[in-house]
């Protein structure tokens, strides 16, 4: 019983360090500098530096106005044991993105929503959204150059060809995307809309699309053989698949003339047309 008793001494004791060395300073130079030594855990120095030295000039700016909401996110994401190296490089790419291309309207904006959403989520929610910035944040700089709209598990959506266009005056944050190949993955399994226009809310991941096509590559056809005009429609890109209610169907080979209906595509499954 004493050693049990011992054991459980040093256990809550070696928990309790962890827990005061993962805090972070009050003032701004104590801030930085458990940052810093933070930061340094979950990368090798070398990768590390680099994304220290390219946020450093941020938070040292006088004028930057948003640091005390990212040193808010970073707490909560420590309250909320966020600790995986991916979420805390992403919190560095987009404090540094919105700085260096948005306007101070924008930059406003999103961090007004962050901070509101930061309180509220759960932490798998937090590292979603925050998963989720990044990749509109980076756009199609990413290292195959597509733009990722949202990544959870198994299920991937992307554009690969078209504009996305930062809304910069609306209320609230949402990018414009115009004639635009949108890729969904889920397991094995993909789909494609073509020429896809519409408005894009990264934090609820849904896409108001106005306009798209979708080719039946998926069974079997080439481009422009059997395909698909998309009317408009709703896509919750954490889901699989999405429902068009208008679409017209245009074929080669077994119609005359283009049949209107509705459109249904689950990945995991074969499209259907009604």
């Given at each position: ?20 060395q993962r805090s972070l300073g009050a003032s701004e130079a104590d801030f930085w500098r458990d940052f810093s030594k933070l ?236």
């Amino acid at each position: 019983m004493k050693y049990f008793s011992a054991l459980f001494a040093l256990l809550l004791c070696t928990v309790l360090t962890a827990q005061t060395q993962r805090s972070l300073g009050a003032s701004e130079a104590d801030f930085w500098r458990d940052f810093s030594k933070l930061y340094a855990e979950f990368l090798p120095k070398k990768e590390s530096d680099l994304d220290l030295l390219s946020l450093k000039s941020v938070y040292d700016d006088p004028s930057w106005e948003h640091r005390a909401a990212f040193q808010d996110l970073t707490r909560e994401m420590l309250r909320k044991r966020i600790v995986d190296a991916q979420s805390w490089a992403e919190c560095i790419k987009l404090a540094v993105g919105w700085y260096s291309n948005a306007s101070d309207q924008a930059q406003n904006r999103w961090w007004a929503e962050t901070s509101e959403l930061v309180q509220k989520s759960s932490r798998a929610a937090l590292s979603e959204y925050l998963h989720t910035a990044a990749g509109m944040s980076v756009g199609f700089g990413s290292p195959n150059a597509r733009l990722r709209l949202f990544e959870a598990g198994p299920l991937r959506w992307e554009l690969e060809f078209g504009d996305a266009t930062l809304d910069e005056e609306a209320p609230s944050t949402r990018y414009r995307i115009e004639g635009a190949v949108l890729r969904g993955y889920f397991k094995n399994d993909s789909t494609q809309i073509d020429s896809l226009s519409g408005w894009y809310d990264p934090r609820s991941a849904q896409l108001t699309a106005e306009s798209g096509r979708v080719d039946w590559y998926r069974a079997g056809y080439g481009y422009g053989e059997v395909y698909n005009e998309l009317g408009r429609f709703s896509l919750d890109l954490k889901q699989t698949g999405f429902v068009v209610d208008s679409a017209l169907l245009q074929s080669l080979y077994y119609i005359n003339q283009p049949l209107r209906g509705r459109f249904e595509e689950r990945l995991g499954t074969r499209s259907t047309a009604e």
